[in-house]
């Protein structure tokens, strides 16, 4: 609801009130907590367990939380990790201070909840395969905080995802909908086999590369290619590097942001450095 009655005093409440509302803005709950991971104390978004989707053979179903399943969360909660996960700071930027600011996440390992943290870095230590760890890398960004409940389509029982990230951002919701990382990490191996499947069925052999790095500076030989299909960076709307930075904390290498053709007030880029980084680009194409 965009606004709600207080369930002790009645008032009307929102998140952001209409001016013709009447509504009284919500603030947020924080709560203190001790992570043991970085010998501290951190403040952040209060969060609750609402509603549990859960399947028996082929049926799902859904409940309340009872006393049993919060004891259960609790006790993950305040259990140790046994396997290594990043605790990197995250970098002062344009996408990365909605979670700072809002939420209190200040360090990778917070977009997780404890089980899922564990449930990841278990499958990450154990995976030593490429294809696998492709699979893995593919699905991190739907096994954290960042994924959205969709409340409208599930109280409508319309089809659809009922979980998803909002595109383009590091935002974290205030209603999420936590993920299975084993019902993700199935479904992204399913993705990299179909893929596999389609290369090896090609009829004409043909030679794949895939290279990371800075397209001011290609490492390949002058006048090598026929054709250049190339698709730039929207100036200011995709902060490439803060995006990837939760990936890279897993990968332990990081983009270096300086030859990064985007408008970022916080790396100091505006429209001159944008176009001389693009045009960099185009002199090497």
Known sequence: RRDWPCPSCGLTLSKSPRKDSGALKVERAFETKFDRS???TVRQARQV????????????????????DLALIARIENSDVPYPFPTNALPDGYNTRQPMESHGITHVHHFYTQRNLRAFS???????NLALRAALIGGLSEGVKMSRFRAPLWFNK????????????????SLSGEQNWFNIFASRIAAVKRQLVAMQSTRKAQLYITTTGSATQ??????CLQY???DPPFGGNLMYSELNFINEAWLHVFTNNEPEAIVNKVQRKGLPEYQRLMEACFREF
């Open 38 to 40: 970085l010998g501290e």
């Open 158 to 173: 319309t089809s659809g995802p009922m979980k998803g990230l909002t595109s383009g951002t590091l935002y974290v919701p």
């Open 49 to 68: 367990p609402v509603l549990i989707n859960y399947s028996v053979g082929k049926k799902r179903y859904e409940k309340r939380p009872d006393e049993d």
């Open 228 to 230: 250049v299909f190339t």
């Open 218 to 223: 290609l490492n390949l030989p002058d006048n």
């Open 122 to 128: 278990a499958l990450w230590q154990s995976t030593v």
